[in-house]
């Protein structure tokens, strides 16, 4: 199990690689799309995945918590007290509960950055939006940019470079503000009950759009 501290370490790195200055790769360096097809490979065989996460803020705060991901569409988010707040996606919409106030803010799923995780399937090698992608011995980072219900932004996906798997994401908003999650303790094919991403809209004081 990896250390809190090791990702923190990471994450820092991570923020001064996304310069996306990329050294020219020797022969034997995969390719780009060479890379893209190795995190299609890995990622589309994963269908259900639970871990811990470690969010950092814009402002350099920071939470925890656990989650749960069972594609296509479906991520709950739980987060360590003191926080009282849990995202969630059912399958068409991206909500996020305060529990100490009882309100929640909904966004169609579509229009966030979380559909690139929660897709059926991933294809990262067809997707126009992706703006770069770089590799060192220990990340492979793809930067994607596009236009959510948050304005025009992009969203960092780092993988592990040896084994695929997802390590942690950035996303930049419009106003340049970073907001990075990094996951660790990752288990695949876990048992994933629908009643954890139900969503009561009746509940909703406004949905977004």
């Known amino acids: 199990m990896a250390p809190i501290a090791a990702f923190a370490r990471r994450l820092a790195f991570a923020a001064a690689t996304l310069a996306l200055v990329a050294a020219t790769p020797a022969a034997a360096?995969?390719?780009?799309?060479?890379?893209?097809?190795?995190?299609?490979?890995?990622?589309?065989?994963?269908?259900?995945?639970?871990?811990?996460?470690?969010?950092?803020?814009?402002?350099?705060?920071?939470?925890?918590?656990?989650?749960?991901?069972?594609?296509?569409?479906?991520?709950?988010?739980?987060?360590?007290?003191?926080t009282k707040v849990d995202v969630v996606a059912d399958g068409k919409s991206v909500v996020v509960r305060d529990k100490r106030r009882a309100t929640q803010d909904v966004w169609p799923l579509s229009k966030t950055p979380l559909r690139f995780l929660l897709a059926d399937t991933i294809d990262l090698t067809a997707d126009a939006n992706v703006a770069s992608v770089s590799a060192d011995d220990d990340l492979v980072t793809v930067v994607i940019q596009e236009a959510t219900v948050f304005g025009e932004g992009k969203l960092a996906l780092m993988f592990d470079a040896r084994t695929s798997e997802l390590r942690q994401w950035t996303v930049t908003d419009a106003q340049g503000l970073d907001t990075t999650v990094a996951v660790y303790n990752l288990k695949t094919g876990v048992k994933a009950d629908p009643a954890l991403f139900h969503v009561d809209y009746l509940q909703s004081i406004g949905r977004n759009k």
Do not use: C, H, W
């Open 29 to 82: 360096v995969p390719t780009d799309q060479e890379q893209l097809a190795r995190i299609n490979d890995y990622f589309n065989g994963v269908k259900t995945m639970s871990g811990d996460f470690v969010q950092f803020g814009p402002s350099g705060e920071r939470t925890e918590g656990t989650f749960i991901i069972a594609r296509p569409g479906k991520v709950l988010f739980t987060y360590d007290p003191p």
